[in-house]
């Protein structure tokens, strides 16, 4: 079965300290990963979403990037954080629904919460 | 701005009661799904209708979908305190990215 890992689950870094957020992803193989930030209270903003390895797309710009050195591990990282960085973060990947024959919907980890002081 | 729009924003309900919240679009889409969220947990899919779909079920929940109005709204049917949670539609925009709309926080008390 496929499952997805995302650590570490809660954080607090000081304002210009780096940041690294790990997910990985086991029994599937070349999927679509997604990065999400929620803040308090809010929907998701869609960050980066990656279709193979070293391929990263980037919806909004801000401090911080993503990498994804193998196909089944996504890494969000900051080189220098700011208070405004804190918040839910979500990794997800594509999968197909099995009820509805194929359309897709995404699988979610668990989140890691940052809080930037 | 591709947001949607949810309403209520919250909404509290006592146990055996229904709870019906609403969302809206703004693309044209394939399908529309709604996710539920614990508390400080991520989000799981709980249905998904497609475009030429009006209405579907599963279980205790109901979605209805008018791709007229770009609309959609799930309903929870003799809800229980384990129902608590936040809910959220989302939709696909452009290849394989998903928006989602600001949520609906559903309160159910014993």
């Known amino acids: 079965s496929q499952t997805i890992h995302q650590w570490p689950a809660t954080l607090v870094q000081p304002v210009g300290s780096p940041l690294s957020l790990e997910c990985t992803v086991e029994?599937?193989?070349?999927?679509?990963l997604y990065w999400y930030r929620q803040a308090a209270g809010r929907g998701l903003q869609l960050l980066f979403y990656?279709?193979?390895?070293?391929?990263i797309s980037s919806e909004v710009p801000q401090n911080l990037s993503a990498s994804r050195p193998q196909d089944r591990q996504f890494i969000l990282s900051s080189k220098k954080l700011l208070l405004s960085d804190s918040g839910f973060y979500l990794c997800?990947?594509?999968?197909?629904?099995?009820?509805?024959?194929?359309?897709?919907?995404?699988?979610f980890g668990a989140g890691s919460r940052l809080t930037v002081l | 701005s591709q947001q949607g729009e949810e309403d209520p924003q919250a909404l509290s309900i006592q146990e055996g009661e229904n709870a019906t919240m609403n969302c809206s679009y703004k693309?044209?889409?394939?399908?529309l799904q709604w996710y539920r969220q614990n508390s400080g947990r991520g989000l799981v899919h709980l249905i998904l209708?497609?475009?030429?779909?009006r209405e579907k079920h599963s279980g205790r929940l109901r979605v209805t979908l008018d791709t007229s109005k770009k609309s959609s709204s799930l309903l929870i049917t003799a809800s229980r305190a384990a129902d608590t949670a936040s809910y959220f539609c989302?939709?696909?925009?452009?290849?394989?990215?998903?928006?989602f709309g600001a949520g609906t926080q559903v309160v159910v008390t014993p």
């Open positions: 989302a939709w696909a925009v452009g290849w394989g990215k998903f928006q």
């Open positions: 997800a990947w594509r999968e197909r629904d099995k009820k509805t024959s194929g359309a897709n919907v995404l699988t």
């Open positions: 209708i497609r475009s030429n779909e």
């Open positions: 990656s279709v193979g390895i070293g391929q």
């Open positions: 029994g599937t193989s070349n999927p679509n």
């Open positions: 693309t044209s889409i394939n399908n």
